[in-house]
Each structure stands twice: as structure tokens, then as C-alpha cells.
């Protein structure tokens, strides 16, 4: 099953044999909509989190991935590429759903048997076993749908009431 509403972030920890490796990319901490006077400078965040972690990941693991990250693979539909549709597609339900409308920070954990990242946003969280289970309508974005198809494991901080989306990948 690649979508787990019931693995915590300890346990996938221990999983991917972290140590001490640990980054965040923080997008967007304010607890309000992020505002449009802003645009460029949140942008410019978005897109160096998305590509900081992209840049982490080929460092380390370039050499044992199937394929590069590389967030243009999402644009050019190399489904192959997870990383990049993770990024993208759980970072677009975040701007497009989250109460704030913006995410607000990129998690990434290095292990030595795999990878953890993550997507955080403030405000409220959602139900995420509710919107798989019914594809509700108001959440139209396609990440779930990647979510059910995707090879990694997917999981989320508290699956009644989510505000952390994790994407797992072990070696």
C-alpha cells in the first residue's frame, strides 16, 4: 500500500536508518494568507525549497536513485521521477487548499537506507483519509491520485487531521 494513514514519523525514521542528517526550507511561517505584495519573495522561497532539496538529494544519493530528481521531470510528465511529482503535486495542494495557502516548510531526513520529505502548512489540517476514500471535490488537486499510484510511501502526521504530508523512499 503506498498510502499509510497509520506509520508516524518515528517509525519511518528508524526505517530509513537516519542519524543527524536533517533539513527544513521554511517557506512561509506567518499564520495568515500569504500576501500578494509578496509574490516574487514567496515564490523565490517556494521555488529554492523545492530545488534545495532536489540539489540534497543528488548530492547524496544521486549515484543509488533510478533517476536524477529534477523538478523539470514533473513538467515534462517523467512520472518516474517521484521526487519531482511529490514536490510538486503535495506543494500545489498545499498553495491551492492549505487555510494559508502557502506551505509553509519543506522537511528533508537522509538516512542511510533511504529518504524522508515533507510538506508542512499551519492552519488547519484536513482529513486525508476521508478525501481518498471519498476523492471529495474540493480537493481536485492530482497528488492524491499520484499518492495511489506512486511506488514510495506515503503518510501523514495525523491522518484525521493532517497538516504534515511524508513521502518515504527506502533502498
Given at each position: 500500500m503506498v498510502l499509510d494513514f497509520n506509520k508516524k514519523l518515528a517509525e519511518a525514521l528508524?526505517?530509513?536508518?537516519?542519524?543527524?542528517?536533517?533539513h527544513t526550507f521554511v517557506v512561509h511561517e506567518h499564520e495568515k494568507e500569504w500576501d500578494k505584495s509578496d509574490e516574487e519573495g514567496f515564490i523565490e522561497r517556494y521555488g529554492a525549497a523545492?530545488?534545495?532539496?532536489?540539489?540534497?538529494?543528488?548530492?547524496?544519493?544521486?549515484?543509488?536513485?533510478?533517476?536524477?530528481?529534477d523538478l523539470y521531470n514533473w513538467f515534462y510528465h517523467i512520472e518516474e521521477d517521484e521526487v519531482a511529482y511529490f514536490l510538486s503535486e503535495a506543494g500545489s495542494n498545499c498553495m491551492n487548499y492549505s487555510e494559508f495557502k502557502a506551505p509553509y516548510?519543506?522537511?528533508l531526513w537522509l538516512g542511510e537506507k533511504g529518504f524522508i520529505m515533507g510538506i508542512e502548512q499551519r492552519g488547519r489540517g484536513?482529513?486525508?483519509i476521508e478525501i481518498d476514500q471519498k476523492g471529495m471535490k474540493e480537493n481536485e488537486g492530482a497528488a492524491f491520485e499520484f499518492y495511489r499510484r506512486c511506488s514510495s510511501l506515503i503518510f501523514?502526521?495525523?491522518a484525521r487531521c493532517a497538516k504534515t504530508v511524508y513521502f518515504e523512499v527506502k533502498f
Open positions: 528508524k526505517d530509513i536508518a537516519y542519524t543527524t542528517e536533517c523545492k530545488w534545495g532539496i532536489i540539489e540534497k538529494l543528488n548530492a547524496k544519493y544521486g549515484d543509488v536513485l533510478l533517476r536524477k530528481a516548510q519543506f522537511w484536513f482529513c486525508a501523514f502526521d495525523d
